[in-house]
């Protein structure tokens, strides 16, 4: 009778190990799921902006800059290729201001950049965002 309460306490004991075990596979893999679908719709917002980027990236340098769209067009913002290469240009003397830069990436929604970004920084978001280089 000792051996078997023995055996049945050995049992209960696998048995409730095994059953964290799943719980914690469980949350693992619900885990790793998410990270994975979270990667998955930034790859498809990539993609979706592909064409957008191609065609800014094979523009004269005069023509107007397209833009996602929805987004709306707002005062500040490049309106030509030639605009954005201005936000680009550390030697343009009439440069297009940090404000300006900041306005056109929160109409394009794009994330702000950790820290204190300089406004090289923020121009070259800006640029790799439309596909202007």
Known sequence: ???MT???TVIANTNAAIAMAQV???MYIKHELSAFEARVSAFEKCLERLP???CNATMPFNSPLQY???VQIVQGMPIHTQDIFNLLASHVRQMIP???CIITAEALGLSALPGKPTVAQR???IGDFLGVM
């Open 1 to 3: 009778a000792l051996l």
């Open 68 to 70: 996602p769209a929805g």
């Open 52 to 54: 957008l980027q191609l």
């Open 24 to 26: 914690d596979i469980q």
């Open 98 to 100: 940090e404000s300006d």
């Open 6 to 8: 023995a055996q049945d």
């Open 123 to 125: 121009r070259a978001q």
